[in-house]
């Protein structure tokens, strides 16, 4: 499995700069246009006749201006964007710097968060690669990277991600078992896991311009149903395991004992005392409770 195997196609808009200015000149122009507007228009009044009308005309249309002027400006907050498309129609640009900006009055203004965001979804209840039932969530954490991509790539980025998200965890969990000695798994390769969950989350949201910083799988468990069962084998595999580590330990300290006292030459054994050390030492030794010794007041032949 691979991250291209499950992209989306991408937009051919791509983010670029708008043509922007800074907002606080146009302000005090707009506001000095509106004052001296209404200036004009309201000396005209008191003027009866055609004498008075150029006035009022020209007080008007600079009144005019100086609101017109005033629509462009707008507020960018920080870790803010504004996406400008002019008339509804084409895309403009998108303004990144924050504060008061003024851009063409023409153009809409769409506020497209750049903070980074988080989200979890929901536990969802998947098959693994072998078929079993298990029970998986995942966070993501992203940013929009591309602002153009994000308004007219989709319909809404912010629940393009969360399907998206929730498609690709059900994907990764059916495409390995839940637990494997013997290949990549849910649960004993968390790291390998949530690189891929990675990947494939990010081909997957790279045509809406979002970017993921971060994945994790937060809860991984087997479904209600089986989950006793999966129990009790884990926990009879953790005892064989235990009784195997045991056993070879056992058998490791009875021929190093054995050959200790052989080159010491503390005791001649034969071939039958050999055999029941032997077996007293692997007794005491891979028993599950304390031994309870027996003295033996004759010989091992009696």
């Known amino acids: 499995m691979t991250a291209t195997d499950v992209s989306a196609p991408t937009s051919s808009i791509t983010e670029r700069p708008a043509r ?6 146009m302000l005090v122009i707009s506001l000095a246009l509106i ?7 309201g000396g005209s009044i008191p003027t009866f006749g055609t004498a008075g009308v150029p006035l009022l005309v020209v007080g008007l249309l600079l009144t005019t201006v100086g609101f017109v002027l005033a629509l462009g400006l707008t507020v960018v907050a920080p870790n803010e964007a504004r996406v400008l498309q002019l008339l509804g129609s084409s895309y403009s640009g998108t303004i990144r710097t924050d504060g008061l900006r003024w851009v063409n009055p023409l153009t809409i203004r769409r506020r497209v968060s750049t903070r980074i965001r988080n989200h979890e979804t929901g536990p969802a209840k998947v098959n693994d690669l072998d078929g079993n039932p298990i029970e998986i969530s995942a966070v993501v954490v992203w940013q929009v990277e591309d602002t153009a991509r994000a308004c ?8 393009f991600v969360a399907f998206q998200t929730e498609a690709a965890v059900r994907h990764i969990a059916g495409s390995f078992p839940y637990d494997s000695a013997d290949t990549l798994s849910l649960r004993e390769n ?3 896991i949530t690189a891929k969950l990675s990947e494939e989350i990010q081909s997957r949201v790279a045509s809406a311009g979002v970017r993921v910083i971060e994945s994790r799988i937060n809860r991984l468990a087997y479904a209600p149903e089986i989950a006793q069962a999966m129990l009790r084998r884990q926990q ?13 330990g056992a058998v490791s300290m009875v021929e190093l004992a054995l050959a200790r006292l052989e080159e010491d030459d503390v005791v001649d054994l034969d071939e039958e005392r050999k055999a029941a050390m032997v077996s007293n030492l692997l007794v005491v030794l891979c028993a599950d409770r304390d031994a309870q010794p027996v003295v033996n007041t004759g010989t091992l032949y009696q």
Do not use: L, M, S
């Not at 922007?20 to 000149?25: C, F, H």
């Not at 004052?35 to 228009?41: C, E, F, L, Q, R």
């Not at 009879?236 to 070879?248: C, D, F, K, L, S």
């Open 190 to 192: 968390a790291d390998e």
């Open 236 to 248: 009879a595999g953790a005892v064989v395991a235990a009784r195997q580590r045991i056993v070879e």
């Open 152 to 159: 007219f790539a989709v319909d809404d980025y912010v629940e």
């Open 35 to 41: 004052v001296i507007g209404a200036t004009a228009a």
């Open 20 to 25: 922007d200015r800074n907002g606080w000149p």
